[in-house]
């Protein structure tokens, strides 16, 4: 099911969070990833990129840290 969502309307604390390819990232940015295939990008309403981290918890931990609600979206 691919249903398009607006996330602004839940307000400007919101903040997705979505697992990413490394393989997909650029050639930089997989230099620094080891052993990782997957890593998990927190986003704002916007879809703005607000981190990149290395597991779904920690990108959680970080949202809740900044005062954020975080969601997980595919």
């Known amino acids: ?12 604390d919101v903040v997705y969070v979505k697992a990413v390819a490394v393989s ?29 981290v290395a597991d779904r918890r920690l990108a959680f931990a970080l949202a809740r840290q900044h005062d954020k609600v975080p969601f997980t979206v595919h």
């Not at 249903?3 to 400007?12: E, I, N, P, S």
């Not at 080891?34 to 890593?39: A, E, N, V």
């Open 1 to 12: 099911m691919n249903t398009k969502f607006d996330l602004a309307a839940l307000g400007a």
């Open 24 to 52: 997909t990232l650029p050639a930089e940015v997989q230099e620094k990833v080891h052993g990782l295939d997957t890593l998990f990008a927190v986003h704002d309403s916007e879809g703005t990129q607000l981190a990149l």
